[in-house]
């Protein structure tokens, strides 16, 4: 079984609907990171998280230590939020990765 | 903002050529990563630093090597490339704090023909 498993692994939605990525481990951490990866290959940091609920504009990440989930919320979807939404374990240095989602938001 | 600067976003070469990839990065970070990315593999960790001149052998070092001898330049090294090697490869730096996450270059997609 992975660590780190990442659901669903490709999701097609319309323009305006609301999104949610899971991130399941199995292990225990320090904190979680939440990456967005463009088809151009660059990846942008959207949250890092140990606790509780992160938000910024119309994205939310949730992570409940107990449940060893976190999930990344996307309200009012756009076709610019198409990507590949990656979480990242992190425990002192050791680090491990989700195989990602991919999201494709259609107009 | 935090800056990491990847050498080449394309690069091609030949098979048995010597390949340098460069990153640096421009916020005093003691940790640098190199990833690779393939798909239906996700990233995978190659090498990381965690200081000038210490390097640690990630989930897949074989065929690779890195050099760090100044804090903001990580450099991996193919010294005889091989076809398996084409992929993007992704350079990451992280300030050691729980709190911060890492930040990622643009990638340099690497083709070896």
């Known amino acids: 079984k992975n660590e780190v498993e990442q659901s669903p692994q490709n999701l097609t939605a319309q323009e305006g609907e609301f999104i949610t990525i899971n991130c399941s481990y199995s292990?225990?951490?320090?904190?979680l990171h939440w990456l967005q990866q463009h088809p151009g290959g660059g990846i942008v940091s959207l949250f890092m998280?140990?606790?509780g609920k992160k938000k910024h504009g119309r994205l939310i990440a949730t992570i409940n230590i107990q449940e060893k989930h976190s999930s990344l919320h996307i309200t009012a979807s756009h076709p610019r939020d198409s990507a590949v939404y990656i979480c990242?374990?992190?425990?002192?240095?050791?680090?491990?990765f989700g195989a990602g989602t991919r999201l494709t938001v259609k107009p | 903002d935090v800056k990491v600067t990847q050498s080449s976003r394309y690069l091609v070469k030949r098979t048995g050529e010597k390949v340098f990839l460069e990153c640096v990065q421009d916020m005093d970070h003691e940790n640098m990563f190199w990833y690779r990315q393939d798909p239906g593999l996700g990233l995978r960790l190659i090498y990381f630093?965690?200081?000038?001149?210490?390097?640690e052998k990630g989930d897949i070092p074989e065929g690779y090597s890195v050099s760090r001898e100044k804090k903001e330049r990580f450099s991996l090294i193919l010294e005889s490339a091989s076809t398996n090697q084409t992929s993007m490869y992704l350079c990451?730096?992280?300030?050691?704090?729980?709190?911060?996450?890492?930040?990622f270059g643009d990638g340099t997609r690497l083709s070896i023909l």
């Open positions: 630093s965690y200081d000038v001149k210490m390097k």
């Open positions: 990451a730096s992280y300030l050691n704090r729980g709190d911060q996450p890492q930040h």
């Open positions: 998280l140990s606790s």
């Open positions: 292990v225990g951490i320090s904190a």
């Open positions: 990242v374990l992190y425990n002192n240095n050791d680090m491990r």
